[in-house]
């Protein structure tokens, strides 16, 4: 592709990337004096090839109309701040590099100044602070004297059976050397997989800084891995989740099915809250501290699915949970005759109003994302009133509610909303922004609309939807079309601002984002309905809302149709550049699926759960692998010759290399080199045996792990994922679109 092409994209990426990306927001201070919130942001910084984030103070009056807000605040060396619940004091967990070192440190800040700064390897009581979205917590206690969080398990050092003594060796340094363990140094330690490497054993910490001293809680049996810790009312006793580890430890980032607890730590003894055979998450306490939620399925089966929402009264003497919402099959009408699809997702870390009643919390529903009240004395559900934009809640706090607004069209705006009790019915909260997006040119020219299909059909489930995002309209047959599953498989596309497919819809493409059965957002039937069908029934949904969308919108062109997608949808795209070859002229895909049999034993996600019982000793495992093909395998079962060679078999079955020899369509595939959920051999097997078949083809590799995230794997993988789309499905005839098939020494690929 000539320079000028390219260069014109590079703008069009650089000016998209200007809208930040709204990561959180806090209340600090909501009285009646006034209000002050306080933003998180990450935003892409091209010239430094990573992402820079930024925080920015926004005082309203109690009216919630916005006074002023400060400029931004780089905060990119914060990995997690806290704040006390009267705001007067503030912790940070900072990464430094000292002397090419990387460094935590622990700072104290008052409202003048810095009042303590804590060396966290210098005190060497334990390991990095972890501050992943699975394990992180940071938290005053109560009393603002603690800050309560999660860290690696220091572990005793280790040298070599022969090491050379050094001589004459001062008599202080004894006691450290008989410390040291000796033939141990190369020990496994298993992790929790993709991008939780480094994760292995979790602790419970606690700075005191009163004393100035940091300890570690004991009591979790030694099989379990603490996370997501949180203060009960006093500043003694800690609720947390606890993961199973043993007999192995498996990815845990997308992963809502592993077997796991909510805990009660009192008095150095752990207490079960939760039932077993189940698998939970988001622990949050209300503001009068007596009662306790938390989400919650069954352990195991399709790695992310419907929750239920679980009540506890801290104060009652039995401690058993009663269910608030119930995992939903298909769809329950709520307050108002809405539709509801249920829970899936993460509760806002403050999500209770201030008279610990109601519960304010988000979902993804169909192809969006909503939010909701929950009367936890009547167990009603309310939606809150929204257009078409996705609703996401942030932060509640004294019954002011933050608000996260975004569609396909507008980058995400910071919106605020009050609630009260003559809104429980209705779900009407008025809101107002508080930040402005930037305006995307060209915006005025496009539209997206969502569309459901239903087929008319025996099969159990026969719905799906898919969005459309692209020109209003056009001359007949002027728009070239690109097909985009999403990954998962089990979540959905929500009406959200996303980079990539803004960047290719200014670029003069139209892009349709499928929500095929099995996704996320439509009742747990919907998600359990793909397993044993993968490559089957995603596939045909793909095709289906493909010819939907081509007879919708006529100024789309039925011959310049193409696909990209990564992960799972990185197997859908090749399963349909195989099966349909005269429908995909050309094929993106970002760390595909290609073989299920061969990462089968390799993936970070191999197996999901045991048995909830003996008595029930059936085991399901995650989509990619087991259970996407409805197979029963149980690693501590021996499995006879026969059952092994059928369960390959099927799932090199369902498997788009079965298909590779039919494939026509230009593929460029982005591989991460660090990927531990799908390996990389995955894609460079699509990627020889192309070339075997003399089918046009580009390998581009990276040295990242599975979402291709980080700053220059980014930039590189959506700009060349648009260039090579716009290269061969261009309705443009000029001599800068290269559309040869052979070698072409202009854009120097095959």
């Known amino acids: 592709m000539a320079l000028n092409q390219i260069e014109k994209i590079v703008n069009l990426y650089r000016t998209v990337a200007q809208n930040p990306s709204l990561s959180g927001a806090k209340i600090l201070r909501a009285t009646n004096n006034g209000i002050l919130i306080l933003s998180s942001w990450s935003q892409r910084n091209l010239e430094r090839k990573t992402n820079q984030k930024f925080c920015q103070n926004h005082i309203l009056d109690s009216e919630l109309q916005p006074l002023s807000e400060n400029f931004p605040i780089d905060v990119t060396t914060e990995l997690l701040s806290a704040s006390t619940e009267d705001g007067q004091r503030r912790a940070v967990l900072r990464q430094v590099t000292i002397e090419n070192t990387s460094k935590q440190f622990i700072e104290i800040w008052d409202k003048q100044r810095l ?4 060396d966290l390897a210098a005190l060497d009581v334990h390991g990095d602070v972890y501050t992943d979205s699975e394990f992180a917590s940071f938290e005053w206690s109560p009393n603002k004297t603690k800050v309560l969080y999660i860290a690696e398990k220091k572990l005793p ?19 450290e050397e008989d410390e040291v363990s000796v033939g141990n140094e190369y020990i496994y330690k298993p992790n929790w997989g993709e991008q939780l490497v480094g994760k292995h054993r979790p602790v419970v910490a606690i700075l005191d800084t009163t004393t100035d001293t940091i300890s570690t809680l004991s009591g979790i049996p030694d099989e379990l891995s603490p996370a997501q810790v949180l203060w009960t009312k006093n500043d003694e006793e800690v609720i947390g989740v606890a993961w199973n580890h043993e007999p192995r430890h498996l990815g845990l980032v997308a992963c809502t099915n592993r077997l796991s607890w909510i805990f009660l730590l009192k008095d150095g003894d752990y207490i079960k809250l939760s039932n077993d ?23 195991g089966g399709a790695h992310h699915n419907a929750h239920r929402l679980m009540y506890l009264d801290l104060d009652s003497h039995n401690l058993e949970a009663d269910v608030l919402v119930d995992i939903v099959q298909t769809c329950i009408s709520i307050q108002n005759s809405k539709q509801f699809y249920g829970l899936y997702g993460r509760l806002p870390h403050r999500c209770w109003s201030s008279n610990s009643q109601y519960i304010l919390l988000s979902s993804p529903q169909q192809n969006n994302t909503r939010s909701y009240i929950i009367d936890t004395k009547t167990k009603t559900i309310t939606e809150i009133q929204n257009g078409k934009s996705s609703l996401t809640i942030l932060d509640v706090k ?14 995400f705006v910071l919106t605020v909303g009050r609630f009260n009790l003559e809104i429980i019915n209705a779900g009407d909260i008025v809101r107002w922004k508080i930040s402005t997006p930037a305006t995307i040119p060209g915006a005025e020219n496009l539209m997206y609309e969502p569309s459901e299909y239903n087929y008319d059909n025996d099969d159990e489930i026969k719905h799906f939807n898919f969005i459309y995002f692209g020109p209003k309209g056009g001359d007949d047959k002027s728009v070239p079309l690109v097909i985009v599953p999403h990954g998962g498989p089990h979540v959905n596309y929500a009406n959200l601002f996303i980079l990539d497919y803004v960047l ?13 059965r099995g996704s996320t957002g439509m009742g747990s039937k919907n998600v359990e309905y793909l397993q044993g069908r993968v490559g089957d029934a995603d596939v045909k949904d793909c095709v289906t809302a493909t010819k939907e969308t081509l007879r919708k919108y006529p100024w789309l062109n039925p011959e310049k149709v193409g696909c990209t997608g990564g992960s799972h949808g990185g197997f859908l795209v090749t399963h349909l550049s195989a099966q349909y070859p005269d429908l995909y002229k050309v094929i993106v895909a970002r760390n595909p699926v290609i073989d299920i049999a061969a990462m089968f034993t390799v993936s970070d996600i191999p197996d999901c759960r045991n048995a909830l019982s003996k008595e029930e000793k059936i085991i399901y495992h995650h989509d990619v692998c087991a259970a996407e093909v409805n197979y029963s395998y149980d690693e501590s079962t021996p499995m006879t010759e026969s ?17 590779v020899g039919k494939v026509k369509a230009p593929t460029l595939l982005c591989i991460g080199s660090n990927d531990l959920r799908v390996p990389p051999s995955q894609g460079k097997l699509w990627y020889q045996r192309l070339k075997a078949n003399n089918v046009k083809t580009k390998l581009l590799l990276y040295e990242d792990n599975h979402p291709l995230a980080s700053g220059p794997a980014e930039v590189d993988n959506v700009i060349n994922a648009c260039l090579w789309l716009l290269e061969h499905i261009s309705i443009e005839k000029t001599e800068n679109i290269c559309l040869q098939e052979q070698k072409c020494d202009k854009c120097n690929n095959f």
């Open 115 to 118: 009042v303590k700064d804590y």
């Open 157 to 175: 050092k280790s040298e070599p059976f022969y090491k050379q003594k050094p001589l004459n060796k001062k008599e202080k340094e004894t006691k």
């Open 277 to 299: 055979g189940c698998a939970v998450r988001c622990p949050r306490i209300s503001p009068d501290g007596k009662y306790l939620i938390w989400l919650e399925r069954a352990a």
């Open 398 to 411: 004294n019954d002011i509610i933050i608000f996260s607004e975004s569609s396909l069209m507008e980058p």
């Open 504 to 516: 290719f819809v200014l670029s003069g493409l139209a892009v349709v984002q499928v929500n095929y």
């Open 643 to 659: 059952n092994q060679i059928e369960m390959l078999v099927k799932m090199f079955k369902c498997s788009p290399i079965i298909h």
